[in-house]
């Protein structure tokens, strides 16, 4: 069990990574993701894509880190990560980490409050390493 002291919020956030083949785009994101534009939920998935790229700009919370490499993947995402990071790495694939926040959006706020793997043989998402 954590204890935490001092300011405690009642929202939550999620430290994510994604491994991917193609620079991190909206676009590329967004069809990863499973969105289509003709879905019905298109508009809210364009904004859970645009908090996950400015997710990556704000880093992950509750760790500091300068670079992403295989020790510091471990230690926030475990080793099935890390050994995938490792392995994508080595083929020239993208690496991304940053946090989303129940505060965002409702598609991002459930997100966020949930722990999840996309494993798929050009795209990975870990988002396990979810704070309260």
């Known amino acids: 069990m954590i204890i935490r002291d001092g300011f405690v919020t009642n929202s939550s956030s999620t430290n994510f990574m994604i491994i991917c083949k193609e620079e991190l785009t909206t676009e590329y994101l967004f069809r990863k993701l499973g969105f289509n534009n003709q879905s019905r939920i298109s508009d809210a998935g364009m904004s859970l894509v645009n908090d996950i790229i400015y997710g990556t700009t704000r880093g992950v919370?509750?760790?500091?880190?300068?670079?992403i490499d295989y020790?510091?993947?471990?230690?926030?995402?475990?080793e099935k990560s890390a050994e995938k990071f490792k392995e994508l790495s080595k083929k020239g694939f993208?690496?991304?980490?940053?946090h989303i926040s129940s505060d965002d959006e409702y598609l991002t706020s459930f997100m966020a409050v949930d722990s999840f793997v996309i494993n798929?043989?050009?795209f990975y998402m870990d988002g396990k390493n979810c704070t309260w």
């Open 71 to 78: 020790a510091n993947v471990l230690k926030i995402f475990g």
């Open 94 to 98: 993208h690496t991304y980490i940053g």
């Open 61 to 67: 919370r509750w760790f500091e880190i300068d670079t």
């Open 120 to 122: 798929e043989k050009d």
